[in-house]
């Protein structure tokens, strides 16, 4: 066995792996990268929507050249029958090919210095005390008998593995009740770029619910309250991107399904160009995001904006927070350094995606009618549209925006379904910001009691 040391060992190389190696060497520290696919098969395969602006935020250059797949186009939102809209022209949402993004955060990684290992089969972790010291791998052949097995020892691992939780599954600290995800808070999305195969059929299309090409159209609600089909004919009538996705829950079609059932139904959509789909984390971000040794990032955390299910922002801003606050350490690993991360992240991103994962709990429970309503009463309008797509907070404040919204509501008994559900909103807002700010297990354990509390408010019955 082969023995390799380096300060950070990062597992997994999608957009929270690829981008937290390439920060962490940035910062100076000695990293190892290391995926069980080949490189060039890591993280998403499929085309994700993004807010550009944000890649500025952490320090990326913006998606440019063959990363792109769309950009600079107006966005159509639709209630489930097609009789409400809200047009949001231009958000600044680019429409991004993850396998190229991720490849050229891999490659900025090595001409930094990180060290790459792919097609590695984690076998064993071994501890000091309670505490990650180094873990076993097989490189090389799938079937797991042969191959070279080596170990990599570290001072801090960055479990990047996405819902399979590689190494948290394994270490108490970070795998609580809490961390587990359960069905209902799981979404099962398919997206596919196909060729459009009957122009005429298309153009009749878009003509017939008066959409543009280039248009992003979501439709709101197809299969159940959280639910969603995005469907974008390109401005050149050549390839329409379609997303579906829903929550994993039998009594509703999952994403790949509902695709199935659009292609069914729209003959004009032609051949595959590319795609793929999996599972997504909505739960909000779990309260421990570290412990000796290690770091959670991306899927892995459950670091998602579960409103829409978006994670590459999510991952990639708490890649540079994990960066940031370790850089410089002789430890990284260490727990008050750690801490660091943990803090900046609940109290910035944290606090944003967990109010909104109260709505997207709320958004579950409705019906296709109430969806409707949301449209008719104005509580789905551009400026709301257009934090979700940013991901930040509404403005004006989030009890003020939500009060005026409210009295707007002629429905007495709709108004004081959602008053109810989304009074939780600015608490948890408050809560997250409020993320003791200094390492300190017995307020953090009061912290993430209260957290738990909140986030598991009934919302409604289902
Ligand atoms: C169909 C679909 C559409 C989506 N659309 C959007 C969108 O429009 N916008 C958006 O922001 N987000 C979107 N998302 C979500 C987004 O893709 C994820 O949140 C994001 O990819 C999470 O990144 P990650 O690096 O944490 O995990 P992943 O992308 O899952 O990457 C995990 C990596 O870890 C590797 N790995 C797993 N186990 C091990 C192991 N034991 N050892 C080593 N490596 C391992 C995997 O091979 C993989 O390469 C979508 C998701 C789906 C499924």
Wanted: glycine content about 10%.
């Amino acid at each position: 066995m082969t023995l390799h040391k380096f300060d950070v060992a990062v597992l997994g190389a999608g957009p929270a792996g690829a981008a937290s190696a390439l920060f962490l060497s940035r910062a100076g520290f000695r990293v190892a990268l290391l995926e069980q696919r080949a490189f060039a098969a890591a993280g998403p395969s499929w085309v994700n929507a993004v807010y550009a602006a944000a890649f500025d935020d952490v320090g990326l250059a913006r998606p440019h050249g063959d990363e792109i797949d769309a950009a600079d186009f107006d966005v159509t939102f639709f209630s489930a029958d097609m009789q409400m809209r809200l047009d949001v022209p231009k958000p600044g949402y680019v429409n991004i090919r993850m396998r190229a993004i991720v490849d050229r955060l891999i490659r900025d990684g090595f001409a930094a210095g990180v060290t790459g290992f792919d097609e590695m089969r984690l076998q064993q972790l071994h501890f000091t005390g309670e505490r990650l010291a180094a873990a076993d791998f097989i490189r090389g052949n799938p079937a797991g008998q042969s191959g070279e097995s080596c170990r990599i020892e570290a001072k801090l691992f960055v479990d990047c593995t996405g819902l399979a939780g590689a190494l948290k599954q394994q270490i108490a600290a970070v795998n609580s009740l809490a961390a587990n995800t359960q069905d209902r808070d799981i979404c099962i999305a398919q997206q596919e770029n196909c060729e459009v195969s009957d122009v005429d059929a298309c153009r009749a299309f878009l003509t017939r619910y008066n959409i543009l090409p280039g248009t992003l159209v979501s439709i709101l609600g197809t299969a159940g309250g959280y639910s969603t089909m995005s469907v974008q004919v390109s401005r050149d009538f050549s390839e329409v991107g379609l997303l579906a996705g829903s929550m994993k829950d039998a009594r509703y079609p999952s994403g790949p399904q509902m695709l199935k059932q659009f292609r069914g139904g729209h003959s004009w959509v032609g051949k595959r160009i590319l795609g793929g789909g999996g599972s997504i984390p909505l739960n909000a971000p779990l309260g421990t995001l570290t412990a000796p040794g290690i770091a959670l990032v991306g899927n892995a955390a459950n670091q998602v904006f579960s409103t829409h299910g978006s994670g590459v922002m999510p991952a990639l801003q708490a890649a540079r927070m994990l960066s940031d606050a370790v850089a410089g350490a002789s430890d990284p690993g260490a727990a008050d350094v750690l801490w660091k991360y943990t803090a900046a992240f609940q109290r910035s991103m944290g606090a944003m995606l967990a109010t909104y994962n109260i709505f997207r709990r709320f958004s579950e429970t409705l019906s296709a009618d109430e969806i409707g309503k949301m449209f008719r009463y104005g509580l789905m309008n551009e400026a709301m549209m257009i934090s979700g797509i940013r991901q930040q907070m509404p403005s004006p404040s989030l009890s003020d925006g939500l009060n005026a919204l409210l009295a707007a509501v002629r429905d007495p008994a709709f108004a004081a379904r959602m008053a109810k559900a989304l009074a939780g909103m600015p608490l948890v807002y408050l809560h997250y910001r409020n993320f003791p700010e200094k390492c300190n297990e017995a307020e953090f354990l009061r912290w993430q009691r209260r957290a738990e509390e909140l986030n598991a408010t009934n919302l409604s019955p289902r």
